[in-house]
Each structure stands twice: as structure tokens, then as C-alpha cells.
């Protein structure tokens, strides 16, 4: 059993930047894929990014290639979500998931969070 805290969502402007954080308990996190995904008020919960077990491998959505990064600390059991340049089409509902196979669908994680609201004004 996996429990996930987000934190760290908030305001920002267009252009700043926030860092997510997903803390777990559970002594098998580390053995876990890790997703975020992310909710905007009527749309479908769509796939941000995620990184494997070991941390070796990471997938982003391409509208936030190069402007998001994902890292964990296994030590810590915790998962980051570093969001520069951030744009208004980023606010959403920011969800932490985990799971035992790498991918981009939602229905693959067995464990998620509560959501951190993120809104960036224009």
C-alpha cells in the first residue's frame, strides 16, 4: 500500500515557476513508477510526466517538453515536479500517481494523491 502527498501548488504569473513535491509512505515506493498527472475544470485528466523506479528513464507530454522536469529522491521517498515558464494552459489540478509499469495513461497507476490546485495568470 502507496499513500501520496502533494505539495507546493499555488499562484504564479506567466513566466515563474513552482516545484511540485509528491511524498509517500509505504516501504515499496521506491519499487514504483511514478506519473503526474494533471485535471483542468471540464477537461479529462491528461498525463504530465513520469519517471521510472530507478529514476533512469523519464517521459514528458509534449506541451511540457523542456519546461517541466521530473526527479525522485528514493532516500526521501519523494517525487518532484520542477515547473519553469509557466504558462495560463498550465493551471490544473496536479495529481501524483504511482504504479508498477512505466506509462502514459492513467488507468496504469493503482495509487494517486489528492491533487494540488496550480494557477498561473496572464
Known amino acids: 500500500q502507496v499513500q501520496l502527498v502533494e505539495s507546493g501548488g499555488g499562484l504564479v504569473q506567466a513566466g515563474g515557476s513552482l516545484r511540485l513535491s509528491c511524498a509517500a509512505t509505504g516501504r515499496t515506493f521506491s519499487s514504483y513508477v511514478t506519473g503526474w498527472f494533471r485535471q483542468a475544470p471540464g477537461k479529462e485528466r491528461e498525463f504530465v510526466a513520469a519517471?521510472?523506479?530507478?529514476?533512469?528513464?523519464?517521459g514528458y507530454a509534449d506541451s511540457v517538453k523542456g519546461r517541466f522536469t521530473i526527479s525522485r529522491d528514493n532516500a526521501k521517498n519523494t517525487v518532484y515536479l520542477q515547473m519553469n515558464s509557466l504558462k495560463p494552459e498550465d493551471t490544473a489540478v496536479y495529481y501524483c500517481?504511482?504504479?508498477?509499469?512505466?506509462?502514459?495513461?492513467?488507468?496504469?497507476?493503482?495509487?494517486w494523491g489528492q491533487g494540488t490546485q496550480v494557477t498561473v495568470s496572464a
Open positions: 519517471i521510472t523506479a530507478s529514476g533512469g528513464i523519464t
Open positions: 500517481s504511482a504504479g508498477p509499469r512505466y506509462g502514459r495513461s492513467w488507468s496504469q497507476y493503482d495509487y
